[in-house]
């Protein structure tokens, strides 16, 4: 007897094993129609699994969250048949699920084309209409080898050649075609549906090495209906057009060149909303208790190594030998004995630092240690991406040293002023997760037991929901990790606080307790905005670049309508400067219309209108952007207004 409990509570018996389609077709005709796998003890597994012993099955459908991984897989294997049954000489090699839909890197000596991605998704539609069953057999490894060596599936041979001897080798077969995969998979093509997308064309090393062969990626989008794939794709368009690349160049805030891959060169409006962002989280991090410092750029290797850095980031670390004497006079040479410097890609060994030159005390704590740190990190070429990915960053970083007793009061606030920033920044839907000790990490398991237990009761004392995310935590200790969601629904990873006994023990960093010995302080790493430059570019795309009138870089531009009331302009220009207002001056002899439009373009937020009716009322036409009407005030009351709508919050 076979007894299955299902997610409602109710108990099924079945004299013996079942499938997971025959459950679906014993609880009803239409979860039997609807059923496209089960989730067998919380563990996802195809339809047609046998259940021999007593579980807990849930049936999964379209609308389970569950579902888009499976759909998402399947639009991978459907897209690769329809590549293979389309251009024969292509060989398959690895198609993963990747966030909003899946890839299949292809190795074949023509390239596609484009026009080629078409084709394509015609023929998987074709593939979803012959609904071709899904299978799924056990392969012996020589048995596997020698059916894809002989293929010429040389790639996928050689997935199997590095795969532990034990190992069952699962092959999926749909219609005449097959491939190497762990599952689970839908019961069949038609399953699928047809709310799936092709998307773009991509290069890529075999196995993410550059020193193999080049590949080409197929990315496409697959979601549970065609509602939710329209969706997603009005998403990418609008995406497009918020694109913080293109409104940079637009509105003249930074740009980036090859000669400096992965730094970013402000221009002065750009520059000028760091500065704006700056002040504002300075001035919220002198109210909340923080003390300000600055560190050394470059740490000797032995720094590092003490720190467990050298080990673990060493291949992300812009390296530079010391320099000695040499007696050539061309140039100075390496000994072999030179020390190793680092460029810092942290600050928080250099934190230690600090707190380690003075003799601490219970008492003194916590010490709340921040620092707009410039640190560089060696990421890929192929990772950068505008200023969302950069090789030179600056964070709004700081380290709190505190006891034990205190972890649970300061995280707690660490959160409260977290949410706080976010709100005045625009941003007020949050999801936070738990990420607790990866595999590759510093310290003792009961070290992490301690940290994790500490850092879970501190987000519960701060009343927000989480999710654990395993095996997602630092390098050193477990994080909370803050996702903010922006304007058109995208989410972004930016704040963090993570819990770390292991540095202070590394670095030898103690306070002189109560009890007047010495003991270790808890060091919570924390950020709200992450790196400055990476923000911004989401504080660009959330706004579509119309700052709000505090962070725009120019926030008024007075423009004549004739050139008799330039005198005018200018004293208005200087009243609103006066004031501490950014204000520009457009004199051109130029039609207002035009003015309008161009300084719209660039998201200029107040345009003060003058000609020779305002100059002698000693008025002006405020004008804003995206507005139809204006509105005509006296000067010094447009002058109040306008300056008090750009005050910074919480100034």
């Given amino acids: ?258 000669e400096a891959q992965g730094s970013v060169f402000w221009h002065p409006k750009g520059y000028t909303v760091w500065l704006a962002l700056e002040q504002y989280i300075r001035r919220r991090l002198g109210v909340a208790g923080y003390v300000e410092v600055k560190t050394p750029q470059l740490l000797d290797s032995r720094f590092w190594e003490q720190s467990g850095h050298w080990s673990k980031f060493r291949e992300n670390m812009f390296v530079v030998p010391d320099e000695v004497p040499s007696t050539d006079e061309d140039a100075p040479v390496v000994s072999n004995d030179a020390k190793l410097m680092a460029i810092k890609p942290m600050n928080c060994p250099a934190h230690v630092q600090i707190y380690k030159n003075d003799i601490r005390s219970y008492r003194d704590l916590p010490i709340r240690m921040a620092e707009f740190g410039c640190c560089h990190r060696n990421e890929p070429h192929g990772a950068l991406h505008g200023l969302m990915r950069v090789r030179q960053m600056t964070q709004d970083d700081a380290h709190i040293f505190c006891r034990e007793d205190q972890v649970t009061k300061e995280t707690t606030a660490f959160c409260s002023l977290l949410q706080s920033v976010y709100h005045d920044l625009g941003f007020d839907e949050l999801e936070v997760k738990l990420a607790t000790r990866p595999d590759v990490r510093a310290g003792e398991d009961e070290t992490w037991d301690q940290a994790e237990k500490a850092l879970e009761a501190a987000v519960q004392a701060a009343n927000l929901e989480y999710e654990v995310t395993p095996g997602e935590g630092a390098f050193y200790g477990p994080k909370l990790e803050f996702h903010l969601k922006d304007a058109i629904g995208r989410t972004w990873q930016c704040g963090t606080i993570q819990l770390d006994f292991v540095l202070p023990e590394r670095l030898d960093a103690v306070y002189v307790g109560q009890d007047g010995e010495k003991h270790r302080p808890v060091m919570l790493h924390r950020a709200i905005l992450g790196s400055l430059e990476r923000f911004i570019g989401i504080l660009i795309e959330n706004y579509s670049g119309k700052f709000p009138l505090w962070l725009a870089p120019v926030q008024v531009v007075v423009a004549t309508i004739t050139s008799d009331a330039d005198e005018y302009a200018a004293a208005v220009a200087e009243a609103f400067k006066a004031r501490g207002l950014r204000v520009e001056c457009d004199i051109r002899n130029e039609k207002i219309n035009y003015k309008v439009r161009e300084h719209s373009h660039v998201k200029v937020p107040v345009m003060a209108v003058v000609g020779q009716k305002e100059a002698e009322a000693g008025s002006v036409a405020l004008r804003r952007l995206g507005g139809k009407t204006q509105e005509i005030l006296a000067l010094a009351e447009a002058v109040d207004t306008i300056s008090t709508e750009a005050e910074s919050p919480g100034s």
């Fill in 1 to 258: 007897m076979v007894a299955i409990t299902l997610p409602d509570g109710s108990v099924r018996e079945f004299a013996e094993s079942v499938t997971g389609a025959a459950l679906a077709a014993d609880i009803g005709p239409g979860l039997a129609k609807a059923a496209l796998a089960i989730r067998l003890n919380g563990e996802l597994q195809d339809l047609k699994t046998a259940i021999s012993s007593d579980a807990s099955v849930a049936i999964v459908t379209a609308k389970d969250e569950a579902a888009l991984e499976l759909l998402r897989h399947d639009a991978a294997h459907v897209m690769a048949q329809a590549v293979q049954e389309l251009y024969p000489d292509t060989q398959v090699t690895i198609g993963p699920v990747v966030e909003h839909g899946f890839f299949y890197d292809f190795a074949r000596d023509e390239p596609f084309a484009l026009e080629d991605l078409a084709k394509i998704e015609k023929r998987m539609r074709d593939i979803v209409d012959r609904d071709e069953e899904i299978v799924r057999e056990i392969w012996g490894r020589e048995q596997a080898i020698h059916y894809f060596s002989e293929a010429g599936e040389n790639y996928k041979a050689q997935i199997i050649q590095g795969l532990p001897s034990g190992d069952d080798i699962r092959i999926y077969k749909q219609g005449q075609w097959l491939d190497l995969c762990r599952g689970p998979h839908l019961p069949s093509t038609g399953k699928l549906g047809k709310a799936f997308k092709l998307m773009k064309l991509a290069g890529a090393y075999w196995r993410g090495d550059h020193r193999n062969e080049m590949l080409q990626r197929i990315y496409g989008t697959c979601w549970a209906d065609e509602k939710q794939l329209k969706a997603h794709l009005r998403m990418l368009e609008e995406a497009e057009k918020r694109d913080h690349r293109k409104l940079g160049r637009e509105m003249d805030l930074f740009h980036l060149q090859e």
